[in-house]
């Protein structure tokens, strides 16, 4: 695509919708993670019909809101202050994971995206709504010496989902942190915010690598409109995270994926 409009669905409006959608995505991920659930269907629901439009909508929310990523983990970077050095040997699995799933993404036939992509979704928000029960039989148990290996093999799971599809990576992360006991959730979330950087990080060269040879497409004009919304809304969500419950949030995020994900099981039954 070489302009905004160019074969875009739904012109203006469209685009105002994304803006939107990205806004609150980058106040989501900031808070707790998942705003791939927003922006995603907003993205497969405007660009132009193609058997690979689910991917191209993967890869541009990826681009698009990467750089949110980036302004959280640097908005959060007190809440890290006091963590012990070991937690830096997540970001490994964390890159590795990430790497795996966006191949994965790139390798397989875009059908099976398609089929995936409900299923996807309606696990984001079970594991939204859940996190709370997640968190807490996670943070029982032996040292967290004794339990940073584990961590680190889920920890490479995640980077998997967040490299093929992403949304409620955080959530996972979140769970997983806790199952450390590094503190209270702001400190988890600091952490949460890094890791997330490394996972969308890596996914965004790999598209962005793919793109430029032509293995799929990206939206290059949508993803640079959402980074600019994402960050936004990240910067904003960073200096209220303190004061804004995190649950209200999750919930919300929660009731949104379980509607898209039974409009997708109803797509695909319409098929």
Partial sequence: MTGFDDGLRGGAGSLALLAAASLLAGAVNAVAGGGTILTFPVLAAILPPDPARMVTANAT?????????????????????????????????SALGAAVGTALVLCLPPAWFDVLVPWLILLAAVLFALQPRIA?????????????????????????????????????????????????I?????VKNVLATWINGVATAVFAAGAFAGS???????????????????????????????????NLVAIIGFALAGYYFWRQWQA
Avoid: K
């Avoid at 093999?153 to 942190?177: E, P």
């Avoid at 004009?221 to 949030?249: I, K």
């Fill in 136 to 184: 807490a039989w996670a943070g029982v148990g032996t040292s967290a010496a004794a339990r940073l290996p584990l961590t680190c093999g889920l920890q490479f799971l995640v980077g998997v989902y967040g490299g093929y599809f992403g949304a409620g990576i955080g959530i996972l992360m979140l769970a997983a942190l806790a199952f450390l006991g590094l503190g209270d």
């Fill in 216 to 250: 799929h497409e990206v939206s290059w004009p949508l993803a640079g409109l959402m980074a600019v919304s994402a960050m936004t809304g990240s910067l904003g969500a960073s200096h209220l995270a303190r004061r804004v419950p995190a649950a209200a949030m999750r």
């Fill in 186 to 190: 702001h400190r988890l979330n600091g």
């Fill in 61 to 93: 929310s990826t681009l698009g809101l990467w750089p949110a990523s980036v302004v959280a983990a640097w908005s959060s970077r007190g809440n890290r202050a006091g963590m012990p050095i070991w937690t830096r040997w997540l970001v490994l699995p």
